[in-house]
């Protein structure tokens, strides 16, 4: 017998038996090292069960023993395909602790690179998603020809491709360098074409439609309850983004929709991220032409050997995949006493089973595929 | 081979004859299709999946062909962390491949265990299972850098003999290319490392 494979009679012969099916953690379609265990009634589900933990590295417990500045270059790692949110969470979580000011020129900027970062994330994840879909290739090839355009701006800035390590506590590291904004300019100009080229391709493709329409249901009830949050609620008809909710920042200083879906199926879930993808560079115009100069890190912040005073803080933000969150609770030493990541992947992923039943295993792919999860931070 | 041969080889070449053994022939060959397992572990595996997009462009290499099962992968990258729980997978991945095979350590992580080394889930490097042929160091490597570990891979395939003492594996009844797969225990990976390929290095003590 096949391991991860095995077949229970059911109690009336005639109605066939349950096939249980192991996929993963090596799965060409499951982003990564995740597994599901699928019990099969014919081709329908009826039941499955997530399997975490291949990727658990010790994310938290690191943190609680290293310096409240080292653990910057660990947040890169948690959700590893949009670093520079997740510095941002996390330096929101120790300015709250300890009460530094941002100067307007860095709201700005860590706007600028939040933004970048979010069309980062959700182009590669049409690329993936319509890979899962069986489009092999392609698609991706096209979405990640725009991502190392941005990639490239990364690395001019922060010297750095994926693990920028960028953001400081009441600041960022480094300033602009010269004409890094004009190259800026130049990539937010010419990524309609390429948004409107992909939508061509993809949007009314008979094979998407038939394929992502009707997929994966999440009512707009049980996204409430589950805490699903970003992309994933929004598709479901809720108008909650923590940037028009929450006002962090610099955001209620610009125009910007927050675009909501009407069924919460797999189509919504990628629809809307094309949609946030413009509304996103709508920020950025109006970010790039307000920037203003000055300084980019309060100068009584301390990054070395920081103590913030006894307290806990909450920071969030709304990540490209929900909202993401740090908790911290100090006790006025140089390291946190508890650190506690709110990861959007995996609080998203919690509603696996319930978009599943009742589809075959290749709706399942589709609708892991639009939830968009990254391991590094469901496991952490 | 002599430099008479050399001189002969050349001019034979110019007017349209190659000579060359059957050794290099074969190892041309195989060092130009190395098919990698589509296997991606963290973060590395993004970086290796751009290596395979337009820009970097791995099938200037011949290794384009990422295959989902390991009956068909000549290599496995091992890209990004390995955990204690998903070790015995990585280990039984590499004994489903067919010989000859390849391994190239792709990161910090793979490695050594990398910045999380000091976790406690979290392997101190894949080569205490399986025998790695290229290291890659970088957090993540960058794509061209994974294109390098790739040529320095081909450069050792080139150089394998088919025959005589230093013919690889594969060739050889007495080696197998089977190795444990470990089991996670009551506390740890069960055996912690595998002897055959690992052992541990010995501690430098100066002025003594």
């Known amino acids: 017998m096949i391991p991860g494979v095995s077949i229970e009679e059911k109690t009336d012969p005639l109605q066939g038996q349950i096939l249980e099916v192991s996929m993963g953690p090596h799965h060409p379609s499951t982003h990564g090292v995740f597994r599901m265990d699928v019990k099969l009634d014919g081709e329908r ?8 933990g291949y990727l658990h590295r010790n994310h938290e417990k690191i ?20 670093s520079l949110t997740n510095n941002w969470a996390y330096c929101l979580a120790v300015e709250k602790l300890s009460g530094f000011e941002i ?58 491709r994926m693990m920028c390590n960028y953001m400081r506590f009441g600041g960022v590291r480094c300033d602009l360098p010269v004409g890094w904004i004009d190259e800026v300019k130049k990539v937010i100009a010419a990524f309609p074409r390429f948004l409107d080229e992909f939508e061509s391709l993809l949007t009314q493709n008979e094979i998407l439609i038939a394929r992502a ?33 929450d006002a962090y920042s610099i955001y209620s200083r610009f125009d910007f929709k927050v675009p909501i879906g009407a069924h919460g199926d797999c189509y919504d879930r990628f629809m809307i991220r094309l949609l946030e993808m413009r509304e996103s560079l709508k920020i950025l115009d109006q970010a790039i032409a307000a920037l203003p100069s000055g300084q980019i890190i309060d100068p009584k912040a301390k990054s070395r050997g920081l103590r913030p005073k006894a307290g806990e803080a909450y920071g969030r933000i709304e990540a490209p995949k929900g909202e993401l969150g740090f908790y911290l609770i100090s006790e006025g030493g140089p390291s946190p006493y508890r650190y506690r990541v709110r990861p959007p992947s995996l609080i998203n992923l919690t509603v696996l089973e319930d978009m599943c039943l009742g589809g075959t295993v290749a709706d399942a792919i589709a609708t892991l595929g639009s939830i968009d999860i990254v391991l590094g931070e469901v496991d952490r | 081979m002599t430099e008479a041969d050399e001189k002969t080889i050349q001019d034979l070449r110019r007017s349209g004859i190659l000579l060359t053994t059957l050794e290099d022939l074969y190892n041309w060959g195989r060092s130009n299709s190395v098919w990698p397992l589509q296997f991606g572990l963290a973060c590395c595996a993004i970086e290796m999946i751009a290596a395979s997009m337009s820009r970097f462009d791995i099938a200037r290499f011949g290794s384009e062909v990422f295959r989902p099962s390991p009956r068909q992968a000549d290599l496995m990258i091992v890209s990004g962390t390995v955990t204690k729980k998903m070790a015995p997978q990585v280990v039984r991945l590499y004994n489903q491949m067919p010989e000859p095979k390849y391994v190239i350590a792709m990161g910090a992580c793979a490695i050594s265990g990398g910045p999380f080394k000091q976790g406690y889930n979290v392997l101190k490097g894949i080569d205490r299972y399986i025998p790695v042929d290229v290291h890659i160091p970088g957090c993540p490597p960058r794509p061209e850098a994974l294109l390098n570990g790739l040529m320095e891979l081909q450069e050792k395939i080139r150089e394998q003999n088919l025959t005589g003492e230093n013919r690889p594996h594969h060739l050889r009844s007495d080696v197998s290319g089977e190795f444990p797969v470990p089991e996670f225990g009551a506390c740890d990976l069960e055996p912690p490392s595998n002897p055959a390929v690992w052992t541990p290095p010995e501690p430098i003590r100066e002025g003594l």
């Open chain 1, 45 to 52: 589900i009826v039941s499955l069960k997530p399997v975490f």
């Open chain 1, 103 to 160: 100067p307007e020129r860095a709201e700005y900027i860590r706007v600028i690179v939040g933004e970048l970062t979010r069309l980062v994330n959700h182009t590669c994840l049409m690329g993936f998603f319509v890979q899962d879909l069986g489009a092999m290739g392609t698609p991706l090839m096209y979405a990640f020809r725009e991502r190392e355009k941005i990639l490239d701006l990364f690395e001019g800035l922060t010297g750095a």
């Open chain 1, 213 to 245: 329409q009707g997929v994966g249901v999440l009512s707009k009830e049980l996204a409430i309850n589950a805490g699903i949050t970003g992309p994933c609620l929004r598709a479901s008809g809720v108008g909650h983004d923590l940037r028009k909710v």
């Open chain 1, 63 to 82: 943190a609680e023993d290293v310096s409240y500045l080292g653990s910057i270059p660990y947040t890169d790692r948690l959700d590893y395909l949009c």
